[in-house]
């Protein structure tokens, strides 16, 4: 395979119920992934901005970015390859672990990028067993060594909600949107919602959000079938769960969302 070609792996055990791992390499994609899992990515190589909690945001060099269940991120720029390592964990286990460790109330990530290599050098490190194939002991130690990492860059979520957006329109269209991601949804529609024109909300929701309406849906809808698609459903019937018309049109923009297709997903 081509050294400069993308190349994205998933990676799960059954060891660690509740764990998936991305690893991504050589990567000039802009991604635009909506989050239904707590999400923690260490970055080795890396020049890119994206849009998330309604800012702008630049990562150069090496870092850790943070995102939480219901948020959507969105490169915006570029400026050369990128390997990243995403660790994602379900709610429950998040849940499970904050119970275990006596903290109280939701996790919510303060910010969305931090400068931790104790954390970074972790994820590399649960990625690397990962990927070895390690045993039951090795997997489960590096998950609770991990976990704890992730958890102190959080708290309990704000009284209310530090992504807020640049009006309570967008937010409200947004809202609408998770809401009703697999229906047939029109722009009048979440501009009423919104409180405003259309012409004036296509603007201001790419600007709040880094997305048009019609692909901020498509990014809920793949997220959606991750999902779906983790818990072991075929994915014809995802594909009509989550809104799309058809297995192939699952197919085609699930790909070019995830980097893989759905089979090689689920696998």
């Not at 792996?9 to 119920?17: C, N």
């Not at 802009?30 to 990562?59: G, I, K, N, P, S």
């Not at 194939?133 to 130690?141: D, N, R, W």
């Not at 530090?162 to 949804?185: C, K, M, N, Q, T």
Request: charged share 20%; proline share 6%.
């Amino acid at each position: 395979m081509d050294a400069l070609q993308e190349q994205v792996s998933i990676l799960r055990s059954p060891h660690l119920a509740g764990v998936e791992f991305v690893d991504i390499r050589n990567s000039r994609r802009c991604w635009a992934l909506f989050h239904e899992t707590f999400d923690v990515c260490a970055c080795r190589r890396a020049d890119f901005d994206w849009v998330y909690r309604f800012r702008q945001h630049t990562m150069n060099g090496a870092g850790v970015g943070f995102a939480e269940p219901g948020e959507m991120h969105r490169n915006t720029a570029v400026r050369g390859p990128k390997d990243v390592q995403l660790v994602m964990l379900s709610p429950e286990l998040v849940g499970d672990a904050r119970e275990g460790l006596g903290l109280s109330g939701p996790l919510h990530f303060r910010r969305a990028l931090a400068d931790d290599p104790v954390l970074h050098r972790a994820i590399l490190l649960l990625g690397g067993h990962l990927a070895a194939g390690a045993p039951a002991l090795v997997l489960q130690s590096a998950l609770a060594e991990l976990v704890p990492l992730i958890l102190a860059h959080g708290e309990n979520a704000p009284p209310d909600f530090h992504r807020v957006p640049p009006g309570a329109g967008i937010r409200r269209a947004v809202d609408y949107l998770h809401a009703h991601f697999s229906e047939s949804v029109s722009l009048d529609d979440l501009a009423q919602v919104a409180g405003v024109s259309r012409y004036g909300f296509a603007h201001a929701f790419r600007r709040a959000t880094g997305l048009p309406p019609h692909r901020y849906q498509l990014a809920v809808r793949v997220g959606r079938a991750r999902t779906l698609l983790g818990c072991g459903m075929r994915s014809t019937d995802v594909a009509l769960a989550v809104g799309f018309t058809d297995q192939s049109h699952l197919i085609r923009h699930f790909q070019r969302a995830v980097g893989v297709t759905p089979a090689r997903y689920a696998h």
